[in-house]
């Protein structure tokens, strides 16, 4: 018979001294990161667009804090190079120095096939997610050289190795979030400056909750991912925090799945979604 599996509290702590940027910390993983990181003794800086969702994102992290945590948080926008030049300063505040960075700002646009792509909102979602995460690999890693090394964890998506028919933008976006994190992987390794990507899958987040749980959509989530459930923002948060934490000094230029294993299987199915709004025809580019 298999062994028994046990459950067990996970061992807190670790992070004391360290101070660690979250982008896009204001819901959904990025703020399971950043309560994560400050339960484990991080000083965290989370930065959003949305004053009010950082403050009750903030109130939230505070209370999970613990071994000397903490987080203050910061409005402004990844895509804009002043913002993120700010922010990274105001982020090693805390201890003098900054240690990690968690660029999980992002996003997707709206869902069409490639030749009725917006150009202008296909753009955007690319700068949203690569030119932003390119901004704090820039100014992050300065300090991060000062500090004598530090982490770097990009946030991809499953969609960035795994067909997404109509996301546009986001596939392209996040594969290359992942080749810019193993180049800078090789760039930054002699500084002992660590780059990686986390490919969450389908995780129950703010976002994820527009998929309504009676629909083809959702049934073909489920369909392929072989532990049959969605994940939490929780499941992304552990992996970060052992990728900002010295338990993962040797690993460097990789990219990790948090997906229930989806990824051995195929992408989800959101025609139901797509061909209503523009029609078969036009969705086929007949």
Known sequence: MAAKQTRGSIPSGGLEGMAVLVTGGGTGIGMACAARLAADGA???ICGRTGSKLEEAARRIAKAAGHGGSVRHLIGDVTKEADVER?????AEPTGQLDGCIANAGGG???????????????RVLHLNVLGTMLCVKHTVPRMVEAGGGSFV?????AGHTTHPYFGAYCVAKAGIEEMMKNAADEFGPRRIRFN???PGFIATEIMSGIPRDSEVYESYIRNTPMADVGRPEDVAHLARFLIGPGSRWITGVAINVDGGHALRRGPDFTQF???AIGHEALTGG
């Open 43 to 45: 000083a965290v800086t």
């Open 87 to 91: 922010i990274v300063a105001e982020a």
């Open 109 to 123: 646009g709206a869902m069409r096939p490639y030749h009725l792509q917006d150009t202008e909102e296909f753009l």
């Open 154 to 158: 990009g946030m991809s998506s499953i």
């Open 197 to 199: 990507s986390i490919r």
């Open 274 to 276: 797509v061909e209503p």
